[in-house]
């Protein structure tokens, strides 16, 4: 570690470092707390070398360009008005995190509706927030058959024209419900941002909070037949008031 100054008599105090991820998911903060009095500054090192400064009333230090799943050391040293510098100065390692940037999921749920009272129909959509050339779906539904019953569902336009480019099929009982969409013929295949494929009319048989999920295991398909597979439940609160209002 670089060092200069007279350390005779220099300032003494309690340091620590820690470090979490930023935003960006390859950088790590480094905060530095300071317990010494009469401090003008403190060094940091990574590594052996002179990272930066911070004024002696300061106790963070944000350490730029840090790669993920890599191990640093970082030290502090104290410098006081007169130029003298602390002895003995803390060190430790620090090792970033591996960072994977979050997975959007699938498929998800949307609401369409607002508020929901006893005995009022309730909308939602099941989309696919990054499809390409989709030639097919399978979605597994769960829900509270005590809290809703499935009234109707049709294909979203944005997927296609039920019994004119594609078709649905739909079986299920008892708060399960499987659904398939397949496009008809020499068509292209759907994609978008955010892609619509079901929406599926519910109505709401008591108050209270019911749960809507889609299961692992559904699937979307390309022109090539290959399925993409949802690994994680997808799940939807709603909430339906007594009759006459909502929440």
Same mark, same amino acid.
């Given at each position: 570690?670089?060092?200069?100054?007279?350390?005779?008599?220099?300032?003494?105090?309690?340091?620590?470092?820690?470090?979490?991820?930023?935003?960006?998911?390859?950088?790590?903060?480094?905060?530095?707390?300071?317990?010494?009095?009469?401090?003008?500054?403190? #060094?940091?090192?990574?590594?052996?070398?002179?990272?930066?400064?911070?004024?002696?009333?300061?106790?963070?230090?944000?350490?730029?360009?840090?790669?993920?799943?890599?191990?640093?050391?970082?030290?502090?040293?104290?410098?006081?008005?007169?130029?003298?510098?602390?002895?003995?100065?803390?060190? !430790?390692?620090?090792?970033?995190?591996?960072?994977?940037?979050?997975?959007?999921? !699938?498929?998800?749920?949307?609401?369409?509706?607002?508020?929901?009272?006893?005995?009022?129909? !309730?909308?939602?959509?099941?989309?696919?927030?990054?499809?390409?050339?989709?030639?097919?779906?399978?979605?597994? =539904?769960?829900?509270?058959?005590?809290?809703?019953?499935?009234?109707?569902?049709?294909?979203?336009?944005?997927?296609?024209?039920?019994?004119?480019?594609?078709?649905?099929?739909?079986?299920?009982?008892?708060?399960?419900?499987?659904?398939?969409?397949?496009?008809?013929? #020499? @068509?292209?295949?759907?994609?978008?941002?955010?892609?619509?494929? =079901?929406?599926?009319?519910? @109505?709401?048989?008591?108050?209270?909070?019911?749960?809507?999920?889609?299961?692992?295991?559904?699937?979307?398909?390309?022109?090539?037949? #290959?399925?993409? @597979?949802?690994?994680?439940?997808?799940? =939807?609160?709603?909430?339906?008031?007594?009759?006459?209002?909502?929440?």
């Amino acid at each position: 570690m670089a060092a200069g100054g007279d350390r005779a008599g220099g300032p003494q105090g309690y340091t620590r470092a820690d470090e979490q991820p930023d935003s960006a998911g390859d950088r790590v903060t480094a905060a530095v707390y300071g317990g010494g009095r009469g401090i003008a500054e403190y #060094r940091i090192y990574r590594d052996g070398v002179l990272a930066g400064t911070v004024g002696g009333r300061e106790n963070r230090f944000r350490a730029e360009g840090l790669q993920p799943a890599t191990t640093y050391r970082f030290a502090v040293e104290a410098r006081d008005a007169a130029g003298r510098v602390s002895t003995g100065n803390p060190s !430790l390692s620090v090792t970033t995190a591996v960072y994977a940037p979050p997975q959007e999921q !699938l498929l998800s749920l949307v609401r369409r509706t607002g508020a929901v009272a006893k005995g009022s129909v !309730l909308e939602l959509q099941v989309r696919a927030p990054q499809a390409e050339n989709l030639y097919g779906f399978f979605v597994k =539904l769960k829900y509270d058959p005590s809290r809703f019953k499935l009234m109707s569902s049709s294909l979203d336009s944005a997927f296609g024209k039920e019994s004119a480019d594609a078709v649905l099929g739909r079986r299920g009982s008892g708060g399960s419900a499987l659904f398939t969409g397949v496009k008809l013929g #020499r @068509v292209p295949g759907a994609g978008g941002e955010d892609l619509g494929l =079901l929406t599926l009319k519910f @109505v709401a048989l008591q108050p209270g909070e019911g749960q809507f999920l889609l299961q692992p295991g559904s699937q979307l398909m390309d022109g090539s037949g #290959r399925p993409e @597979v949802l690994k994680e439940p997808v799940s =939807l609160n709603v909430t339906v008031s007594g009759s006459g209002g909502g929440a």
